[in-house]
């Protein structure tokens, strides 16, 4: 009885192995899940843009500049003239956090008087900038430290005044249901395209499209449909849970934004085309999609500043659709996001489209012939 035990199971597993396909998702897909998980699951700030409006002339604010701009954490520190400069760049995006010297700074810290710094800080990325504000709170307060002891005229060490832009009470919903709203058309796009063709093929349904007239391209405009009509759907109700249920204020274009999300749905569904198409059963594509899932999540900044992962995983983060379609959607809610920066992060997506589409076609050809 024992023999017999061993000689099923050794044969399960053998069967199990054989498959090229089974083999990669059983030992490829998890290492890269944890290379991915272990660098972009993060809470630690890195490669931080600052922006610096230094009004005053005085000894200490430029030594409070000399010692952010060499913190660990910092990337670039870039020198302004006015805060409508500063201004302009944070809306781009271009810089995270911003400091204001005022132009009586030095003389208040040289006179023991308060003398405050303004930090601006860009609400649509409040949990990396709120990390970045305690780093440059603890620079403070080490240089007054160091100071207090060694400066007789170092009275009291500078105190900072925040600003929260375009998110002001730093309202953690505003951040978390839009990217819901994104995130949740994504899954359901994503599990209508990835078992459609798989399914086909396991009930014995994807031999009558070898009989019948249709083109490779017209099966695979079919099967994008429905998600399309899902993921838009779900999208526009979760959009309108935002700002009815949550009373999340909306700034920007509903026309611009759902207009861009139909080219997010596209390129979703292209992915879960191209895992559907490779697969042989509902089983293998059900665990392709959740598999590809939360690579895409992770590497997207839904959950963790994209900013903090290293510079190799943010070009791979390119290629996430849902790493393009949050900067639409956080920027049409807290901004008015203007159509040059929608189109920005649309043709991103339109390529991805165009890649999966192509591939996930050709693999259907091949399997029609």
Same mark, same amino acid.
């Given at each position: 009885?024992?023999?017999?035990?061993? @000689?099923?199971?050794?044969?399960?597993?053998?069967?199990?192995?054989?498959?090229?396909?089974?083999?990669?998702?059983?030992?490829?897909?998890?290492?890269?899940?944890?290379? #991915?998980?272990?660098?972009?699951?993060?809470?630690?700030?890195?490669?931080? =843009?600052?922006?610096?409006?230094? =009004?005053?002339?005085?000894?200490?604010?430029?030594?409070?500049?000399?010692?952010?701009?060499?913190?660990?954490? #910092?990337?670039?520190?870039?020198?302004?003239?006015?805060?409508?400069?500063?201004?302009?760049?944070?809306?781009?995006?271009?810089?995270?956090?911003?400091?204001?010297?005022?132009?009586?700074? /030095?003389?208040?810290?040289?006179?023991?008087?308060?003398?405050?710094?303004?930090?601006?800080?860009?609400?649509?990325?409040?949990?990396?900038?709120?990390?970045?504000?305690?780093?440059?709170?603890?620079?403070?307060?080490? &240089?007054?430290?160091?100071?207090?002891?060694?400066?007789?005229?170092?009275?009291?060490?500078?105190?900072?005044?925040?600003?929260?832009?375009?998110?002001?009470?730093?309202?953690?919903?505003?951040?978390?249901?839009?990217? &819901?709203?994104?995130?949740?058309?994504?899954?359901?796009?994503?599990?209508?395209?990835?078992?459609?063709?798989?399914?086909?093929?396991?009930?014995?349904?994807?031999?009558?499209?070898?009989?019948?007239?249709?083109?490779?391209?017209?099966?695979?405009? /079919?099967?994008?449909?429905? @998600?399309?009509?899902?993921?838009?759907?779900?999208?526009i109700l979760v959009v309108g849970v935002a700002i009815f249920a949550f009373d999340i204020p909306f700034y920007g274009s509903f026309a611009l934004m759902?207009?861009?999300?139909?080219?997010?749905?596209?390129?979703? /569904?292209?992915?879960?085309?191209?895992?559907?198409?490779?697969?042989?059963?509902?089983?293998?594509?059900?665990?392709?999609?959740?598999?590809?899932?939360?690579?895409?999540?992770?590497?997207?900044?839904?959950?963790?500043?994209?900013?903090?992962?290293?510079?190799?995983?943010?070009?791979?983060?390119?290629?996430?659709?849902?790493?393009?379609?949050?900067?639409?959607?956080?920027?049409?809610?807290?901004?008015?996001?203007?159509?040059?920066?929608?189109?920005?992060?649309?043709?991103?997506?339109?390529?991805?489209?165009?890649?999966?589409?192509?591939?996930?076609?050709?693999?259907?050809?091949?399997?029609?012939?």
């Amino acid at each position: 009885m024992l023999d017999r035990l061993l @000689a099923s199971i050794l044969k399960e597993i053998l069967v199990f192995l054989r498959d090229p396909r089974v083999r990669g998702m059983l030992f490829g897909l998890p290492v890269m899940q944890v290379l #991915v998980f272990g660098f972009a699951a993060t809470l630690e700030v890195r490669h931080v =843009d600052l922006a610096i409006v230094n =009004d005053d002339a005085g000894r200490w604010s430029r030594e409070m500049i000399s010692r952010v701009s060499a913190a660990s954490f #910092v990337g670039r520190v870039i020198q302004l003239d006015s805060m409508e400069e500063f201004g302009a760049r944070l809306e781009r995006r271009e810089v995270l956090l911003g400091l204001h010297f005022p132009a009586d700074f /030095s003389r208040d810290v040289t006179a023991g008087t308060p003398a405050n710094v303004q930090v601006v800080i860009d609400g649509r990325r409040a949990n990396a900038g709120q990390v970045a504000f305690s780093y440059m709170t603890a620079i403070a307060a080490e &240089l007054g430290l160091e100071q207090a002891g060694a400066d007789p005229l170092f009275v009291t060490p500078p105190r900072a005044e925040v600003r929260h832009w375009f998110n002001p009470n730093l309202n953690y919903r505003w951040f978390m249901v839009p990217n &819901l709203a994104a995130t949740l058309s994504m899954v359901i796009a994503l599990m209508i395209t990835g078992s459609s063709i798989s399914r086909e093929r396991e009930l014995g349904t994807f031999d009558q499209l070898l009989v019948s007239p249709s083109t490779p391209l017209e099966i695979i405009v /079919s099967k994008t449909i429905p @998600a399309l009509l899902g993921g838009g759907i779900v999208g526009i109700l979760v959009v309108g849970v935002a700002i009815f249920a949550f009373d999340i204020p909306f700034y920007g274009s509903f026309a611009l934004m759902f207009a861009a999300m139909f080219p997010f749905i596209l390129s979703v /569904s292209g992915v879960g085309l191209l895992i559907s198409s490779l697969a042989n059963t509902q089983q293998q594509s059900m665990l392709g999609t959740f598999l590809v899932l939360s690579p895409i999540i992770m590497i997207s900044g839904f959950a963790t500043p994209f900013e903090n992962m290293p510079q190799w995983l943010q070009y791979i983060g390119q290629a996430s659709p849902l790493k393009h379609f949050l900067l639409i959607i956080q920027g049409s809610f807290l901004k008015s996001m203007p159509a040059v920066d929608v189109w920005s992060n649309v043709w991103p997506l339109l390529i991805i489209a165009a890649v999966t589409f192509t591939t996930a076609t050709l693999f259907v050809q091949r399997r029609l012939q």
